[in-house]
């Protein structure tokens, strides 16, 4: 646990008693803050009153006592409108935080010598595998590490800060939205493309939420006998790590290289372009934007597979040096890495069929990732659709040998693929079966993939209990479990 500092004998309203609320919650107290919890479900403020909190109906407080307001991600800031919290704490002049700024003030008010490492990962797609593989990377070279946030563990659960640790938070754009002072030493954007829109008002406004990250960069000043001036390496600067790949996260990239702050590197799967402070990545490995030289052959990385996840292995290399940990064992530890449960995690192999859960795909940009690491696959997709469905992946329906359909989804769906072969499952355990029997049938080696392409809360309450019904399925059939992605 890490307590909220600032706080110290102050009301502080947290509204949302989800896993970031009710950890939010525990910090405060932590701290010597009085947290006031509310939740619009009964059984969540129940729970926060058998825990020994303070539950107070906010549409009636006095909304002047408060210091703050702790609010959960989950509810809009903005839009379509801001949640009604919102309009009440911003008529009585109280400031809107979320977790991740309590996590920013509770290191800030360290003494400077005491302060741990942070890196931060955000972006639409692969800050999972990003935040999963840096941990990973940091703990095989021996460090102190710690991975939460968005992922995992609530930023606030993690353990107190000691001064040799690293922590290695993955972000959101609702979580960003929150902060005024978050400044982590490295920060990356892996990619943007369109998701959230309705939270942010468009895609403006996502990617300026994206962009917070980078708010707070600093570039460290030193005393010379004629000057002040900017010392432009590692040591002391933020870290900005940038993928560039797509036309939103290049508009970013040359607004931080114009602010001048901090250490702007971009990521890149375009060679031969003009000289740049970064790295290049494709299929084969991560070279050195400025040098050329080649330094890890990813094809040898059992559980990396796909162009994205060279795109995830050159920004984890960019972070590890950022943090001093030398080209030999981050290269170790990248090709030994386990893999991401729910992200091109292989669950299982039955005779010459092999099944990979991908249930993290939740729109059709992710689903693009995994199609492309195939040349010919059995995709299971459905759910409940995003803006667009799969009409975007149209490019990549000929390396579909079938698809199989499920969840509100399955009709749209079927329209899209129009000649592309597929059938209305309708749940996961039939569209396992019928997958399955038909790669078997083939006599070849292939691929089962579930990349949904597509929300799950029409059958499931999150992608990871999807991944899990997957994973049951395919067990089901007697297949062998794998511990690894191959």
Do not use: C
């Not at 040359?254 to 602010?259: A, H, Q, V």
């Not at 009409?391 to 199989?404: C, G, I, K, Y």
């Not at 929300?455 to 991944?467: I, K, L, W």
């Amino acid at each position: 646990m890490i307590p909220a500092a600032g706080f110290q004998g102050r009301r502080v309203a947290v509204f949302g008693l989800g896993r970031s609320g009710i950890t939010a919650a525990r910090a405060l107290k932590a701290g010597g803050a009085e947290p006031i919890l509310w939740d619009d479900s009964v059984s969540s403020r129940m729970q926060a009153q058998a825990e020994g909190f303070v539950v107070e109906d906010l549409t009636v407080a006095d909304w002047s006592g408060f210091a703050a307001l702790v609010l959960s991600p989950g509810a809009p800031l903005t839009h379509p409108k801001p949640h009604w919290t919102v309009d009440r704490a911003r008529a009585a002049g109280v400031e809107i935080i979320g977790d991740i700024e309590l996590f920013a003030r509770a290191l800030a008010a360290l003494p400077q010598d005491q302060r741990p490492h942070v890196v931060a990962i955000t972006g639409t797609n692969g800050k999972s595998t990003t935040t999963a593989l840096i941990g990973w990377v940091l703990k095989q070279a021996g460090l102190t590490v710690h991975v939460g946030g968005n992922i995992g563990i609530g930023v606030l659960a993690l353990p107190e800060p000691t001064p040799e640790a690293v922590y290695v938070i993955e972000v959101s754009s609702y979580q960003l939205d929150l902060t005024t002072s978050f400044a982590p030493d490295v920060a990356i954007l892996t990619n943007i493309s369109p998701d959230h829109l309705d939270r942010h008002g468009g895609m403006d406004g996502y990617v300026a939420a994206k962009a917070r990250l980078f708010a707070n960069l600093s570039t460290p000043w030193i005393e010379t006998d004629l000057e002040v001036e900017s010392v432009p390496d590692w040591h002391g600067a933020s870290v900005a790590l940038v993928g560039i790949d797509d036309v939103w996260g290049r508009q970013v990239f040359s607004d931080l290289k114009l602010r001048g702050e901090g250490i702007i590197h971009s990521v890149t799967s375009q060679r031969g372009g003009p000289p740049f402070a970064g790295y290049v990545y494709d299929r084969d490995g991560v070279s050195d934007g400025a040098t050329g030289s080649p330094m890890i052959n990813l094809r040898l990385a059992r559980s990396l597979p796909g162009l994205h996840n060279a795109q995830n292995a050159a920004l984890a290399y960019g972070a590890a040096r950022a943090l001093d940990v030398g080209s030999t064992p981050i290269v170790n530890a990248l090709l030994s890495f386990p893999g991401l449960a729910h992200r091109m995690e292989t669950v299982g192999r039955l005779g010459r069929v092999r099944f990979v859960n991908d249930s993290k795909a939740t729109n059709a940009d992710a689903a693009r990732q995994a199609l492309s690491s195939y040349d010919r696959v059995f995709w299971i997709a459905g759910g409940r659709a995003k803006a667009g469905g799969i009409d975007d992946l149209s490019d990549l329906f000929p390396r579909v040998t079938e698809a199989f359909l499920i969840g509100e989804a399955a009709g749209p769906f079927a329209a899209a693929l129009g000649e592309t072969p597929h059938r209305i499952s309708g749940d996961m355990g039939a569209a396992v079966r019928d997958a399955w029997q038909a790669a078997a049938a083939t006599g070849r080696e292939e691929v089962v993939l579930l990349s949904p392409a597509a929300a799950s809360f029409d059958q499931y309450p999150d992608f990871e209990a999807r991944g899990e019904a997957f994973r049951a399925a395919v067990l089901a059939l007697g297949s062998q479990p794998e511990g690894a992605a191959s």
